[in-house]
């Protein structure tokens, strides 16, 4: 078993910074890759970035590119997600989850092992 917590989400104004974190707790962390997703309301949910346990990362989704950064601290068992430059379009439920498989999360398998409960980040313009 493996629990997820996020922390980190608020309200903040456009071209603001958040940075989200994903605490995890349980067994044999280190088979997993942790990863984001996003889902914006009437959306469907949105693979954003993956890290593995190594620090080996997923592509990022177009909409983030070069302006979210995915982290890893392994001692603190923590992920990070690091949102630079928000827009009002980020504005979005965000969840982590970890599965022993990447694949799984790039592609939104509903085999996905574990799920965090989610933060919500508003972004305002």
């Known amino acids: 078993q493996v629990q997820l917590v996020e922390s980190g989400g608020g309200l903040v104004q456009a071209g603001g910074s958040l940075r989200l974190s994903c605490a995890a707790s349980?067994?044999?962390?280190?088979?997993?890759?942790m990863g984001w997703f996003r889902q914006a309301p009437g959306k469907e949910r949105e693979f954003v970035t993956s890290?593995?346990?190594?620090?080996?990362?997923?592509p990022y989704a177009d909409s983030v590119k070069g302006r979210f950064t995915i982290s890893r601290d392994n001692a603190k068992n923590t992920v990070y997600l690091q949102m630079n430059s928000l827009k009002p379009e980020d504005t979005a439920v965000y969840c982590c989850?970890?599965?022993?498989?990447?694949?799984?999360?790039?592609?939104?398998?509903?085999?996905?092992?574990?799920w965090g409960q989610g933060t919500q980040v508003t972004v305002s313009s």
């Open positions: 890290i593995s346990w190594s620090g080996r990362t997923s």
């Open positions: 989850a970890a599965d022993e498989s990447r694949s799984r999360l790039e592609t939104l398998s509903q085999e996905i092992g574990y």
């Open positions: 349980g067994r044999a962390l280190s088979a997993y890759t």
